[in-house]
């Protein structure tokens, strides 16, 4: 039981730290691809390339002065920032991160809890996250915030029905909700059994999907939440030092467990093509398919960062009828044609 | 509709191909990641600069004559001229046996330049009947304090072996226009 345990606080220690380092190195990402696509060099002065720029930022905004409004409810204006932070923590329990490793004669999942509700789980939290910008932006007593704060969740809402929409189809096909079982049934790839990733039999869940995640995790082109040139910042307008921190920081763990949800769901999590014709044995194969899926995170992190930096903001009637009047009928459209197939081919 | 010149809005509808975006999309996505790999623009500065023009208007300087002695007299004409006001001094007489540091009998005891109101215009050079104030090519440095930005005589004035060449920005076109003031008493 305690060894037990020992394994379980160690995985959880590590999901946390490495979900940490991968958010704040997202924020230096976000600016060297800003950067580089619009033919610039980005940060490039604290140490070499500008590697320990996010360690900069971090202190730059602990030592920033903190204000707390004297209008707000302090309470809730310190609730917001943390429950945004803790929500955008939770969902990376659910990620398998990689296959299991045998140790001597024990079996080692890389996967800190295989709920058989998994993906419910990770709608749920991922919707709590709202109540962070929520909070947060009622407590300010700033329109500006309340604003932002509105936008916020009617655009969370809305998104929240298309994405789980996209997601029974996937079911439907699946047959499970557990992430685990889901990454293991897209096993192999090409080469000896071929079995494909999700993507392939499900490309019109895949897009309604993703452009729900960036809706969810308010990127642009739907970062309406936060627009500048209308609400100055927002929902956060009133922050400052490391709670506004953990506002922008929180953004970038969602990007990151998104991108982990994206790849488990329909990129074959941890599996890469020809897994099972190398001839290596389980475990380094199991460590392969970690970095891989590592790998396929950080292109779908940058793939977040590649459409921010083209791509300009949805007017707000553009955004509602997209999700409510395009991507539900699509979805539930996708969920009907999935079904068919499914019968037709028994 | 007198001048023609008047439009009538039309509210186009969006194609199918407009509404699902995804080409739209698709073609800007593949314009941005064409940048990606495009030469940075970025000059990296202080290692690395840019070149600039050879009548550059940076940093003054305050010229010495061939003997050493300076050659501003403190006549305010630059700080008349000065649009942003950021020249001023404080002018003192000369003493007997000074004669070696200073070419006129009136000389600048203070004379300070604010950097940060500077425009760098060049009209200080432009009125000085003495060529004693010149624009160079060398960048004006940061600083942390407002205060390090009030250059005094200390950082104007040339130092006598080291001369600073203003001979760059003394182009045909400027001198033509130097002489057409007819400084007979600086030939």
């Known amino acids: ?346 | 509709m007198l001048t023609n010149r008047s439009k009538l809005v039309v509210k186009k509808e969006m194609t199918f191909a407009e509404k699902i975006y995804l080409p739209a999309i698709l073609s800007g996505v593949a314009i941005t990641i064409k940048h990606l790999f495009r030469r940075k623009a970025t000059v990296k500065y202080p290692e690395k600069q840019r070149e600039i023009s050879e009548v550059w208007r940076g940093q003054h300087v305050l010229k010495r004559d061939d003997k050493g002695a300076e050659r501003c007299t403190a006549c305010g004409l630059c700080a008349v001229s000065c649009p942003a006001e950021a020249i001023t001094m404080v002018a003192a007489e000369r003493k007997k046996g000074e004669e070696n540091l200073y070419r006129e009998e009136k000389y600048a005891a203070t004379y300070e330049i604010n950097m940060l109101r500077c425009i760098f215009c060049g009209l200080c050079e432009e009125a000085c009947p003495k060529e004693a104030i010149f624009l160079t090519d060398r960048i004006v440095s940061t600083d942390y304090e407002r205060n390090g930005f009030i250059y005094g005589k200390d950082k104007l004035v040339e130092p006598v072996n080291e001369r600073v060449d203003i001979s760059k920005r003394q182009t045909p076109a400027v001198l033509a226009f130097k002489q057409q003031k007819r400084l007979s008493h600086n030939k």
């Open chain 1, 1 to 346: 039981m305690s060894e037990f345990l020992i394994y379980k606080l160690i995985l959880v220690g590590s999901v946390f730290g490495i979900t940490l380092f991968v958010a704040a190195y997202s924020t230096y990402a976000e600016r060297k691809v800003a950067a580089f696509l619009q033919d610039r060099v980005g940060p490039d002065r604290a140490g070499p390339f500008g590697i320990f720029q996010p360690l900069a930022d971090g202190m730059k905004f602990i030592y920033k002065e903190e204000i707390i409004p004297v209008v707000s409810n302090k309470f809730l204006f310190v609730l917001g920032p943390c429950l945004a932070m803790l929500t955008a923590m939770m969902a990376g329990v659910l990620i398998p991160w990689g296959n299991t490793l045998i140790i001597g004669d024990q079996v080692y999942s890389l996967q800190i809890a295989d709920l058989n509700v998994g993906i419910l789980y990770v709608f749920g939290v991922v919707s709590i996250g709202v109540y962070g910008i929520m909070i947060g932006g009622w407590a300010s007593n700033n329109k500006f915030s309340l604003l932002g704060a509105i936008r916020a969740s009617a655009q969370m809402i809305s998104y929240e029905i298309a994405m789980g929409l996209s997601i029974i189809a996937l079911i439907i096909m699946t047959g499970t909700l557990s992430l685990g079982e889901i990454s293991a049934q897209q096993a192999g790839g090409v080469g000896g059994d071929w079995n494909m990733w999700n993507v392939v039999y499900q490309p019109l869940g895949f897009l309604i999907f993703i452009v729900c995640a960036f809706a969810e995790c308010n990127r642009t082109p739907f970062d309406l939440p936060e627009c500048e040139t209308e609400l100055v910042g927002g929902y956060h307008t009133e922050y400052s030092s490391m709670k506004l921190g953990f506002y922008l920081f929180a953004e970038y763990i969602n990007m990151f467990v998104s991108s982990a949800v994206i790849s488990t769901l329909y990129f074959g999590g941890y599996n890469f093509p020809f897994m099972n014709d190398l001839g290596l044995d389980h475990n380094t194969i199991s460590i392969i398919g970690t970095v891989v899926l590592f790998g396929k995170i950080s292109f779908f992190i940058f793939f977040f960062m590649w459409i921010r930096w083209t791509i300009p903001r949805f007017r707000y009637d553009q955004l509602m009828n997209l999700g409510w009047k395009i991507l539900i009928p699509l979805a539930v459209f996708n969920i009907f044609l999935t079904g068919l197939v499914m019968i037709l081919l028994k």
